[in-house]
């Protein structure tokens, strides 16, 4: 393996599993698709003239029906011979599930249309591809080996070898040693390049059967914010839990303990002075303590700076609080709107927070601007790096939160360091 991968490309190309996968998938297309265009045709055009009664509707339907089963069959021989993974398209389905309903939604599905025009189109160019490719393939191995099976001419056909020329009068034949080594030498010429011609023509395959036999770009978009829709969810009712969890386990328990020294305190006032002001001077001081757990909790569902000065000013308290110092470069011409401007906001706080906590670096830089219509904000640190968004939470849940508003996580952190990882948003000032 090792040896066979130094070897360049172009002399690995002819018997690699690739290019004899590919050259399978030409020759195998030519036969299905004479299958796919004559019964698409025919039942086609039996229900256009079956129109004029009830009958043609479902002779079309059934068409189509059976053109998305031929695309199923060219999305798996895809899938196994290129290597190309296409998504079925969305499926016709009617509003009531009868009959009427199904033939109703098979006819208007687009996706049904698409893969008709895939049936009718598939059959030019397959037998343009397997004409191209089985004679580039099968000439250039013959001539390459004609050295090993020159001598079957004389034995067996009478002649000295190939016949290059002839007439009634002279005829010229490849069979003195020059011209049989120039035989294989154009043979392995025509060897050399049938991989390639046999990967460009594959290639057009490849986008016949992603464009007209997968899901439509607009079911792609609604599919996408669906699942996007269902993460918002999820993120908001998990924060949800997370105020209600820290307001029951911390703010709420110190104003429950604050009310009960406070009630103690009082039945000791007119017995003991002093340990009442003792008991006083304790749950001042348990009163600043539930404030300040307040005053994080509420920085952490949306911080009062953020809506009053900015992202600057916002992203200035924050790397004030970080472990290591942070230089903060906000260039932004404008504010974006609140949700981009939150999101961002939380995006580079909870990054601060991994370095803090896991980076192990002695600096930090935060760099947000603007280039088009995306925002994009990028934290490094010169830490230890490793940084994966498989192996932690952290980062996989901001991934999914960025997903939510078309946004992209990149991170670059190889082990030893140090970690660039840059969010982009999309720009709505």
């Given at each position: 393996m090792a040896a066979s991968s130094r070897l360049p490309a172009a002399i690995r190309a002819p018997f690699e599993g690739r290019t004899w996968r590919e050259f399978g998938y030409l020759v195998l297309g030519l036969p299905l698709s004479c299958v796919y265009f004559s019964l698409s045709v025919a039942l086609v055009a039996a229900g256009a003239g079956l129109l004029v009664t009830f009958l043609g509707i479902p002779v079309l339907a059934g068409a189509l029906a059976l053109c998305r089963g031929f695309g199923a069959v060219e999305r798996a021989r895809a899938r196994g011979l290129l290597g190309l993974d296409v998504a079925p398209p969305e499926p016709a389905r009617g509003r009531t599930g009868g009959p009427m309903s199904w033939m109703g939604a098979t006819l208007k599905s687009g996706a049904s249309w698409r893969h008709l025009l895939y049936a009718l189109l598939h059959m030019p160019w397959a037998i343009f591809a397997f004409t191209v490719s089985v004679a580039l393939w099968a000439w250039g191995w013959a001539l390459f080996t004609y050295p090993l099976w020159q001598w079957v001419f004389p034995m067996y056909a009478g002649q000295d070898g190939i016949q290059l020329y002839g007439d009634r009068t002279h005829a010229f034949y490849l069979d003195s040693p020059f011209e049989i080594a120039v035989t294989s030498v154009v043979g392995m010429l025509f060897v050399l390049a049938g991989p390639w011609v046999i990967r460009a023509l594959a290639s057009v395959d490849r986008l016949m059967v992603s464009g007209l036999l997968g899901p439509s770009r607009l079911a792609t978009r609604v599919a996408r914010l669906e699942s996007d829709r269902g993460v918002v969810v999820d993120t908001a009712a998990a924060d949800l839990r997370r105020i209600e969890r820290d307001l029951h386990d911390g703010a709420q328990a110190r104003l429950v303990s604050l009310a009960m020294d406070l009630g103690l305190a009082k039945e000791k006032?007119?017995?003991?002075?002093?340990?009442?002001?003792?008991?006083?001077?304790?749950?001042?001081?348990?009163?600043?303590?539930?404030?300040?757990?307040?005053?994080?909790?509420?920085?952490?569902?949306?911080?009062?700076?953020?809506?009053?000065?900015?992202?600057?000013?916002?992203?200035?308290?924050?790397?004030?609080?970080?472990?290591?110092?942070?230089?903060?470069?906000?260039?932004?011409?404008?504010?974006?709107?609140?949700?981009?401007?939150?999101?961002?906001?939380?995006?580079?706080?909870?990054?601060?927070?991994?370095?803090?906590?896991?980076?192990?670096?002695?600096?930090?830089?935060?760099?947000?601007?603007?280039?088009?219509?995306?925002?994009?904000?990028?934290?490094?640190?010169?830490?230890?790096?490793?940084?994966?968004?498989?192996?932690?939470?952290?980062?996989?849940?901001?991934?999914?939160?960025?997903?939510?508003?078309?946004?992209?996580?990149a991170v670059d952190s190889p082990a030893g360091g140090p970690t660039t990882i840059t969010a982009e948003l999309p720009w709505r000032a």
């Open positions: 006032l007119a017995e003991d002075p002093k340990a009442a002001a003792r008991m006083v001077d304790e749950a001042h001081g348990e009163v600043k303590t539930a404030l300040q757990e307040l005053r994080d909790l509420a920085r952490g569902i949306h911080p009062a700076v953020l809506t009053d000065r900015g992202l600057d000013a916002a992203l200035s308290a924050v790397a004030s609080r970080c472990a290591v110092p942070v230089s903060v470069d906000v260039d932004l011409p404008s504010r974006p709107v609140p949700a981009i401007e939150g999101i961002a906001y939380f995006t580079v706080s909870e990054l601060l927070q991994n370095v803090s906590k896991h980076a192990g670096a002695r600096r930090a830089w935060v760099d947000v601007w603007r280039v088009g219509d995306r925002m994009l904000l990028q934290v490094r640190d010169d830490g230890r790096g490793g940084a994966d968004v498989a192996a932690g939470r952290g980062l996989a849940g901001l991934t999914e939160r960025l997903d939510a508003v078309d946004g992209i996580l």
